[in-house]
């Protein structure tokens, strides 16, 4: 919850911030708004002791980094809200994302509005990312947490790849993401649905927050996954075809779209077969957006004209040089 | 980290101002088996014999991946990215460990600014860990000079890394143990102009020169990157239609 972490990474900044707000005699809570960054040991100064609290010991020695999740910060935001401040909400994306197996490999589908609370913020976000040339990976949660985490994922998974010298399997991409979610114990808020085909077969698993994990032929996350689950559970069957397994996972989406707040926009689905896949983006656009009106405007009552003034924005100047030119 | 007599670094300067171990580093590298690189107008390509201890060795080919990296077991032509490849002169665990590393730099880069590593950075920093090992306590430096080739926005580029950390850009190189040989022969023989494929018999041409016994696709390597930007180890038939042109 490092939602009011700002890093004041110059000692300058926060020295003329200091003297800035003094004068202005503002409610001391805006003071902690800019406490330094704890990962930043190595810069202690007159200023930056005025807003140490608690940690003054450590300012001057130089503390190694160590690993994992410092959670000072989190003790000090929940005394903020105690303190009656309103945490900005971050982007979620309350989102319909879904996956299924059907007879030569694995279907995921998702929408693609992002939210921040009541708002739309992207109208067309991307929320089926890539792991491997095998692996595709839908993210419902914390946009920036399904971000970071299947690129972080990715990543390892090619490093993996040019090691062993093989193509990557689902398992290897579960694993490594679920060991990271859980050792981040539910902070980082992803809830990914896994889909590949590898070596062993075509694979779908879905991933929670705190990183337990399930298999299973057809799997919903996000705000719309009931409504996605209800058409899956009533129209799923082994063994499907290619366009039958997209034209329900369509539907699903769909469902989810139109049922679910959280959900909107267009359609992304994503065909994974053995040795080949397919990134339908924007597969079906069933909320089309006509930003002007195709019949054009026309206005019935004339204004009269009363007087005209014409003001250049621009004016153009005319440069006569005088004297005699500058001598090196 | 071991006895306090042994944790100062083995390259000390010498009275005349050399770093003796980095001398007979390149020495180690001088006794390995020959590689070298040219660099055409379109491309790069990269090569090496593989001269196997015995015939008992397996080197059987295990599985190829979609990214067409077949790991042989015995493999000297390695990727470090789609569009970059190394091949090394002289100690062969010395060059794993380095490509593992230079590998891991490369996607590190590829994470931090979302581009594919430029050749120039990708061989600045094999260079620096490379220069490392010359000067921390208790470590030898590495017994191989790498020759890495690639293509990026730059265009095609051929690149020599020293034990030392020195890299030095290169029209075409050689190394190894008949490195004076097939220097000379390149010298005469390559032109600013020259195609990937004319670089390529070039190349086998001028392993030929040194080569003891027969040369054949089981003992060479070859490695080739064209404006396709995708680096290839080529395949034994591969290698075998190169030779039959050449003959």
């Given at each position: 919850?490092?939602?009011?972490k700002v890093n004041w990474?110059?000692?300058?900044h926060?020295?003329?911030?200091y003297?800035f707000?003094?004068s202005?005699?503002?409610f001391?809570?805006d003071?902690?708004?800019?406490?330094?960054?704890?990962?930043?040991?190595?810069?202690?100064?007159?200023?930056s002791?005025?807003?140490d609290f608690g940690?003054?010991?450590?300012a001057?020695?130089d503390?190694p980094?160590?690993?994992?999740?410092s959670?000072d910060?989190?003790?000090?935001?929940?005394?903020?809200?105690?303190?009656?401040?309103k945490?900005p909400?971050?982007?979620?994306?309350g989102t319909t994302i879904?996956?299924?197996?059907f007879?030569d490999?694995?279907i995921?589908?998702a929408?693609?509005?992002?939210?921040?609370?009541?708002i739309?913020a992207?109208?067309?976000?991307e929320k089926?990312h890539?792991?491997?040339?095998?692996?595709y990976?839908?993210g419902?949660?914390t946009?920036?947490?399904?971000e970071?985490v299947?690129?972080?994922?990715?990543?390892?998974?090619?490093l993996h790849?040019?090691?062993?010298?093989?193509?990557?399997?689902?398992?290897?991409a579960?694993?490594l993401?679920?060991k990271?979610?859980f050792?981040?114990?539910?902070h980082?808020s992803?809830?990914?649905?896994?889909g590949?085909?590898d070596?062993t077969?075509?694979?779908?698993?879905?991933?929670?927050?705190?990183g337990s994990?399930?298999?299973?032929?057809?799997?919903?996350?996000?705000?719309?996954?009931?409504?996605?689950?209800?058409?899956f559970e009533?129209?799923?069957?082994?063994g499907?075809?290619?366009d039958?397994?997209?034209?329900?996972?369509?539907e699903a989406?769909?469902?989810?779209?139109?049922n679910?707040l959280?959900?909107?926009?267009?359609?992304d689905i994503c065909?994974?077969?053995?040795?080949h896949k397919?990134?339908?983006?924007?597969?079906?656009?069933?909320?089309p957006?006509?930003?002007?009106?195709s019949?054009?405007?026309?206005?019935?009552k004339?204004t009269?004209?009363?007087?005209?003034?014409?003001?250049?924005?621009m004016?153009?100047?005319?440069i006569t040089?005088?004297?005699?030119?500058?001598?090196? | 980290m071991g006895d306090?007599?042994?944790?100062?670094?083995?390259?000390?300067?010498?009275?005349?101002?050399k770093?003796?171990q980095?001398?007979h580093a390149?020495?180690?590298?001088g006794?390995?088996?020959t590689?070298l690189?040219i660099?055409?107008?379109n491309?790069?390509?990269?090569?090496t014999?593989?001269?196997?201890?015995?015939i008992?060795v397996d080197?059987?080919?295990?599985v190829?991946?979609?990214?067409?990296?077949?790991?042989?077991?015995?493999?000297?032509?390695?990727?470090?990215?789609?569009n970059i490849?190394v091949?090394y002169?002289?100690?062969?665990?010395?060059?794993?460990v380095?490509?593992?590393k230079s590998?891991?730099?490369?996607?590190?880069?590829?994470r931090?600014?979302k581009e594919?590593?430029?050749?120039?950075?990708?061989?600045r920093e094999?260079a620096?860990?490379?220069?490392?090992?010359?000067?921390?306590?208790g470590?030898?430096p590495?017994g191989?000079?790498?020759?890495?080739a690639?293509?990026?926005?730059?265009?095609?580029q051929l690149?020599?890394v020293d034990p030392?950390g020195?890299?030095?850009s290169?029209?075409?190189?050689?190394?190894?143990?008949?490195?004076?040989?097939?220097?000379t022969f390149l010298?005469?023989?390559?032109?600013?102009?020259?195609?990937l494929d004319?670089?390529?018999?070039?190349?086998?041409?001028?392993?030929?020169?040194?080569f003891e016994?027969e040369?054949?696709s089981?003992?060479i390597e070859?490695?080739k990157?064209?404006?396709?930007k995708?680096?290839r180890?080529?395949?034994?038939?591969?290698?075998?239609?190169y030779?039959a042109?050449?003959e």
């Amino acid at each position: 919850m490092d939602l009011l972490k700002v890093n004041w990474g110059r000692r300058k900044h926060s020295l003329f911030y200091y003297l800035f707000l003094a004068s202005k005699q503002l409610f001391p809570l805006d003071l902690y708004l800019f406490s330094p960054n704890p990962f930043r040991f190595d810069q202690p100064s007159s200023s930056s002791r005025l807003f140490d609290f608690g940690r003054m010991s450590q300012a001057g020695v130089d503390v190694p980094a160590k690993g994992g999740f410092s959670f000072d910060l989190c003790k000090r935001n929940d005394m903020l809200i105690q303190k009656g401040l309103k945490a900005p909400s971050f982007l979620k994306t309350g989102t319909t994302i879904v996956g299924l197996i059907f007879k030569d490999g694995v279907i995921l589908g998702a929408d693609t509005r992002a939210t921040e609370g009541p708002i739309v913020a992207d109208k067309n976000c991307e929320k089926i990312h890539y792991m491997a040339p095998n692996i595709y990976c839908c993210g419902a949660g914390t946009a920036a947490d399904t971000e970071a985490v299947t690129d972080m994922v990715s990543s390892q998974l090619r490093l993996h790849r040019y090691q062993t010298g093989r193509d990557s399997r689902v398992i290897t991409a579960l694993t490594l993401l679920k060991k990271h979610l859980f050792s981040y114990q539910g902070h980082v808020s992803a809830a990914l649905v896994l889909g590949g085909v590898d070596i062993t077969g075509p694979h779908l698993h879905t991933i929670y927050p705190h990183g337990s994990t399930d298999t299973l032929p057809f799997a919903t996350m996000g705000s719309g996954s009931l409504a996605a689950m209800s058409v899956f559970e009533a129209k799923y069957k082994e063994g499907l075809t290619r366009d039958e397994g997209i034209k329900l996972v369509a539907e699903a989406i769909c469902s989810g779209i139109f049922n679910d707040l959280g959900s909107g926009s267009n359609v992304d689905i994503c065909v994974i077969t053995k040795g080949h896949k397919e990134y339908l983006r924007n597969y079906m656009e069933p909320n089309p957006r006509t930003y002007v009106s195709s019949k054009g405007y026309s206005f019935t009552k004339k204004t009269e004209v009363l007087r005209t003034k014409i003001t250049p924005l621009m004016e153009r100047v005319e440069i006569t040089e005088v004297g005699e030119a500058m001598e090196e | 980290m071991g006895d306090s007599q042994y944790s100062f670094s083995l390259t000390t300067f010498s009275p005349s101002g050399k770093l003796v171990q980095i001398e007979h580093a390149l020495t180690a590298v001088g006794s390995g088996q020959t590689s070298l690189g040219i660099k055409a107008s379109n491309g790069v390509v990269i090569a090496t014999e593989k001269k196997l201890p015995s015939i008992l060795v397996d080197e059987e080919s295990v599985v190829t991946n979609v990214n067409q990296m077949s790991l042989l077991q015995v493999q000297k032509i390695q990727h470090l990215t789609p569009n970059i490849g190394v091949v090394y002169s002289g100690m062969g665990p010395d060059f794993r460990v380095l490509v593992r590393k230079s590998r891991k730099q490369a996607e590190q880069y590829n994470r931090l600014y979302k581009e594919p590593i430029p050749v120039t950075q990708l061989v600045r920093e094999t260079a620096t860990v490379m220069q490392e090992f010359t000067q921390s306590g208790g470590v030898r430096p590495f017994g191989v000079s790498l020759l890495v080739a690639g293509y990026d926005d730059k265009g095609p580029q051929l690149y020599q890394v020293d034990p030392s950390g020195s890299y030095f850009s290169w029209k075409a190189s050689a190394m190894g143990k008949n490195v004076s040989n097939a220097k000379t022969f390149l010298e005469k023989r390559y032109t600013e102009d020259m195609e990937l494929d004319d670089a390529i018999h070039t190349a086998i041409l001028t392993l030929k020169e040194g080569f003891e016994g027969e040369i054949s696709s089981k003992n060479i390597e070859i490695g080739k990157i064209g404006a396709d930007k995708i680096f290839r180890v080529l395949t034994p038939a591969e290698i075998d239609d190169y030779l039959a042109e050449v003959e």
